[in-house]
């Protein structure tokens, strides 16, 4: 394999591309040990070194120091290794890695995400959050199962009247436009028709406002 272009990315971060394509990120220091410029040949023990000795290790690091700031799903960690520069390989490496001390768990992340998010956003919007994150849908779905997903279809009707309170909605004076402009705004929020229907329709006095 042939270095074909070296990139600059910061005064101490340089991605380096093999045979026209990219292929990793070294440190200053690390470029010169290996000796790596543009036309140098890497041989496979020189990659095979660079992959065991310094990206393998330095992803393992990466993967655990970004799982103590914060949980995140396999797919959402894989991502962010490979747009970090980490051939896909390696960023599998990784993630086996941290999943193997349950550092990652999409179960759990799924079901925590539920939880912290029920009231506070509606089911269906909940469900393309975790879709976007990687996720599953039968995971989600079965999840949602597991913790009654009855129970947060009624907390999609008492977040659409939270919402309702908030922009001072009045189903007594608001006239059809004005109707038509708020059910627009909370299906954009993700509430379902059937349940805009009903807040929108519903004695205030029976909605508990969080």
């Known amino acids: 394999m042939i270095v074909t272009k070296t990139q ?7 991605r380096i591309y093999l045979d026209e394509e990219i292929a990793f990120v070294l440190y200053k220091g690390e470029l010169r040990f290996y000796g790596i410029r543009e036309g140098s040949e890497i041989t496979d023990t020189l990659w095979q070194d660079i992959c065991e000795n310094v ?22 960690l894989l991502n962010k290794l490979i747009t970090g520069g980490y051939p896909p390989f390696i960023a599998q490496d990784a993630l086996e890695y941290v999943k193997s001390y349950g550092y990652v768990d999409d179960r759990r992340y799924a079901k925590d995400y539920i939880e912290n998010q029920s009231g506070k956003k509606s089911l269906r919007r909940i469900r393309e959050d975790l879709a976007r994150k990687g996720l599953s849908r039968d995971l989600v779905e079965e999840i949602l199962t597991d913790t009654e997903e009855e129970n947060l279809q009624d907390n999609d009707l008492t977040l659409a009247c939270h919402l309702l309170s908030k922009k001072k909605y009045d189903p007594q004076t608001a006239d059809f436009k004005e109707k038509q402009r708020i059910a627009a705004w909370l299906y954009r929020k993700g509430i379902r028709a059937e349940v805009i229907k009903k807040a929108m329709e519903a004695d205030f006095d029976l909605c508990i406002y969080t």
Do not use: F, G, I, V
């Open 8 to 14: 600059q990315l910061s005064s101490s971060r340089t």
């Open 55 to 76: 990206l393998k290790k330095r992803a393992r690091l990466l993967s655990m120091n970004l799982l103590k700031e914060r949980d995140y799903p396999q797919q959402a």
